[in-house]
């Protein structure tokens, strides 16, 4: 788990920097961070970064609950893939009555770590387009 908050993280920060526009580094770049304190809404994905995700949910993940909070859950989309889905508390709200079997529709962007893939940024943003969220069966919409 923190390995694919880790991942996203270096992710984000690589697109970040890639988008400076800096001709070279004549020094080695040092990151540090902390996975739990680094600001999303500095790395908002573009709208067609977002995907939209039909799927069952498999297990119920302990929540991330210092930094950025997290709400944390293993779906099985309808694509056959398996998902990570890392929903933002601190920038959204939690999915009320989450349990295993439930049917979601899920926007966000996707990510891969390895043979894994996650779902992230399933919440409002600060601009239009860019906005994730979790659809449950009764059509309420988490954001």
């Given at each position: 788990?923190?390995?694919n908050?880790?991942?996203?993280i270096?992710?984000a920060?690589?697109f970040?920097?890639a988008g400076c526009g800096?001709?070279?580094?004549?020094?080695?770049?040092t990151?540090?961070?902390n996975p739990?304190?680094?600001?999303e809404?500095?790395?908002?994905?573009?709208a067609s970064?977002?995907k939209?995700?039909?799927?069952?949910?498999?297990?119920?993940l302990?929540?991330?609950?210092?930094g950025?909070?997290?709400?944390n859950?293993?779906?099985i989309?309808?694509?056959?893939?398996t998902?990570t889905?890392n929903n933002s508390t601190?920038h959204?709200?939690?999915v009320a009555?989450?349990?295993?079997?439930?049917s979601?529709t899920?926007k966000?962007?996707?990510?891969?770590?390895?043979?894994?893939f996650?779902l992230h940024?399933?919440?409002?943003?600060?601009?239009p387009?860019?906005?994730g969220?979790?659809k449950?069966?009764?059509?309420?919409i988490?954001?």
């Amino acid at each position: 788990m923190i390995q694919n908050k880790k991942s996203f993280i270096l992710l984000a920060l690589a697109f970040t920097l890639a988008g400076c526009g800096a001709a070279s580094v004549s020094t080695p770049l040092t990151v540090s961070y902390n996975p739990s304190t680094i600001l999303e809404s500095k790395a908002v994905p573009p709208a067609s970064a977002f995907k939209t995700v039909e799927a069952e949910v498999q297990k119920i993940l302990p929540e991330d609950n210092s930094g950025l909070t997290h709400q944390n859950f293993i779906v099985i989309g309808k694509d056959g893939k398996t998902y990570t889905v890392n929903n933002s508390t601190t920038h959204g709200s939690a999915v009320a009555g989450l349990k295993v079997g439930l049917s979601l529709t899920i926007k966000g962007t996707t990510y891969k770590n390895g043979a894994n893939f996650g779902l992230h940024w399933t919440h409002k943003a600060n601009k239009p387009g860019d906005a994730g969220w979790i659809k449950t069966p009764d059509g309420k919409i988490y954001e």
